[in-house]
């Protein structure tokens, strides 16, 4: 532990070395440099490059600037020379008023790195000023008894300029009676004193008219005049005396104005008028004069206006006590303000930088000083910041702070820090100071566009309108400005034989997707491609999102009939025996619909019949069956017209004619008719076999086999029964109803000619949407031939 402890104290005094090294190298002082006053603005000071031992270039790249007290713009500094010039003609009574030396604080600061120079300019003082009397006719009463060497003050004349360039002497015109003796006061100043050489006899010379003068020490010197006049009065020979010469009082600077200061007291030896005492402020200054006041009866010394410890420390002015005979004494009154908290500290902020990019630590954001104008603790002052700020005081060299970055801030999270600099002093009470800046972060293109969703799914009717708006996608970025402003775009599929570019396009600026051309659900039924998100940002940051569209089936398609089929020029003829029972199967209309849903859902009804209430249809299946028993009364050849309807929305329909021929016996598996031909019968009697083959059987290769046989021998003369050329058909279900299930979209083919004939089932149209969705290689064709001639 003690081992450890000595390490810990180690660290500790090298720490404090580099610091006490890092302060005393940005702490270093230049100077002090020296001006006349009133010197013209642009004159030259001193070579700031040369004493800093910066280069021109150096200069700039280190961006060296002048910060003067208050901000002050006494001084300018000339980068491309170095040269330290005055901005400003100096007066230095302005400046300083009785104070010497009269000294400016300014620094020098660089920036790269930061650098705090400290330096000051003493403004010298020219003979600018001539000696000026207050009152430029002066009485003064001397009694005849006077002794010889009495000393008579006199009012002394006012200098602006200080040292050498003040009063320096004084003189009076000729004359055998006086002579003047100058002397000085304990603030520097000087004053003439009248001394009598000679005895004065009223009833010889009542009256003497002499002249006194103030000469300056300047070079050449100036100076200025006042009238003496003195009056030769009868004998008074005893002056007021105060009881102590010296009075010193201390009040604080927040005195009241009428606060009592100090009661002066004189007393004189005579009586009557030549006892009678008043005081006045003897030749006090024009801030004297607005400071103090004095009762001439009592004696009281009162405050005119409030006094400031920061601008005066103290007041020392002479107090005359005048009898009625106008002889005077003096004492002196010495006033000390103490000084009391009452200037709140102030913050001069030298640099400031704002916004500030976000993501990079240790930033430099504001460089800035701290003064306080009381004295002692009053001047003490304490700099703080919020808690909760990713941001650091450091203090520099003589209460200057820099405010920095803590850690490396997110602008997502937070773009702008109002930070308070608080500033609070030691005296008591303690007063403290507030500065407000506002810190805004700079984006950085750091966030991707992100979707609202990962996927859409997307739906819209078939046969729209090209450039049909079908949906939205929309990103989201974080960032802002350009680095938020997001672009979409289609992206390449992964299927290349999707059509993507023929199908949809999308608005670049709003994720508007619109279709280009009218979509058919039974070619495409589905589709999906990905659509990305770009930013404007450098580098350009991206996402991406899959969009699913689902093609929604219209009611375009009419019901076709498959069986029977109708444009043969002697349509099939169902044969039903006569002794058949209510219900007996006749036939079975097979129908299919192009569309999906309830828009192939199909219905059938009876629309005609040549004896009603003898033949029914089935609504769900379209089988057609006796409703009642048959009997030798009805006729044998009956004509049904029977509708398809399917469920869309409007419904479309189609119709087919049945013919039923009643039959005695059946007990073959064909009958011919006396009036048919003989591949006529056959046409009939394999029409039945078809009817009873459809109601039970469910295979599709068997339902195409008697579809084709039923066609070919229906048509009679003519090659099929169906026009020639391509429709759109269904893989199909006939063992339960007459609807044809749809499970897949084939393209269905007859083709007829004088010799043969072809029923073809090519490969199913299908899209390359879904993913789901069977694909089969080649064409799957169907072929029966027959070689019978028609």
Known sequence: MEIGWMSNRRQRQVLLFFVLLIVSLSGAE???????????????????????????????????????????????????????????????????????????????????????????????????????????????????????????????????????????????????????????????????????????DREQEPELILTLKALDGGSPPRSGTAQVRIEVVDTNDNAPEFEQHLYKVQIPENSPIDSLLVTVSASDLDSGVNGKISYTLFQPSEDISKTLEVNSMTGEIRLRKQVDFERILSYEVDIKATDGGGLSGKCTLLVQVVDVNDNPPEVTMSA?????????????????????????????????????????????????????????????????????????????????????????????????????????????????????????????DRDSGTNAQVTYSLLPPQDAHLPLASLVSINADNGHLFALRALDYEALQAFEFRVGAADAGSPALSSEALVRVVVVDDNDNSPFVLYPLQNGSAPCTELVPRAAEAGHLVTKVVAVDGDSGQ??????????????????????????????????????????VVLVKDNGEPPLSASVTLHVLLVDGFSQPYLPLPEAAPDEAQADSLTVYLVIALASVSSLFLFSVLLFIAVRLCGRRRAASVPEGHFLGHLVDVSGTGTLSQSYQYEVCLMGDSGTSEFKFPKPIISNFPPQSIRREGEETISFRNNLDF
């Open 599 to 640: 828009n192939a859902w199909l219905s059938y009804q009876l629309l005609k019949a040549t004896e009603p209430g003898l033949f029914g249809v089935w609504a769900h299946n379209g089988e057609v069956r006796t409703a009642r028993l048959l009997s030798d009364r009805d006729a044998p050849k009956h004509r049904l």
């Open 30 to 200: 230049l100077g002090p440099y020296s001006v006349v006053e009133e010197m013209e603005r642009g004159s030259f000071v001193a070579n700031l490059g040369k004493d800093l031992g910066l280069g021109l270039t150096e200069m700039s790249m280190r961006g060296v600037r002048i910060i003067s007290q208050g901000n002050k713009k006494h001084l300018q500094l000339k980068v491309q020379t170095g040269d330290l010039l005055i901005n400003e003609q100096l007066d230095r009574e302005e400046l300083c008023g009785p104070t010497e030396p009269c000294v400016l604080h300014f620094q020098v600061l660089m920036e790269k790195p930061l650098e705090i120079f400290q330096a000051e300019l003493r403004v010298r003082d020219i003979n600018d000023h001539s000696p000026v009397f207050t009152d430029r006719e002066m009485t003064v009463k001397i009694l005849e008894n006077s002794p010889l060497g009495n000393v008579f003050p006199l009012e002394n004349a006012l200098d602006l300029d200080i040292g050498s360039n003040n009063v320096q002497n004084y003189t009076i015109s000729p004359n055998s009676y006086f002579r003047v003796l100058t002397r000085k006061l304990r603030d520097g100043r000087k004053y003439p004193e009248l001394v009598l050489d000679r005895e004065l």
């Open 352 to 476: 400031l930088t704002s916004p500030i990019p976000e993501n990079s630590p240790e930033i430099i954001v504001a460089v800035f000083s701290v003064s306080d104008s009381d004295s002692g603790e009053n001047g003490k002052t304490v700099c703080s910041i919020q808690d909760d700020l990713p941001f650091l005081l450091k203090p520099s060299v003589k209460n200057f702070y820099t405010l920095v970055t803590e850690t490396a801030l997110d602008r997502e999270v937070r773009a702008e820090y109002n930070i308070t600099i608080t500033v609070t002093d030691l005296g008591t009470p303690r007063l403290k100071t507030e500065h407000n800046i506002t810190v805004l972060v700079a984006d950085v293109n750091d966030n991707a566009p992100n979707f609202t969703q990962t996927s859409y799914t997307l739906f819209v009717r078939e046969n729209n309108s090209p450039a049909l708006h079908i949906g939205s996608v929309s990103a989201t």
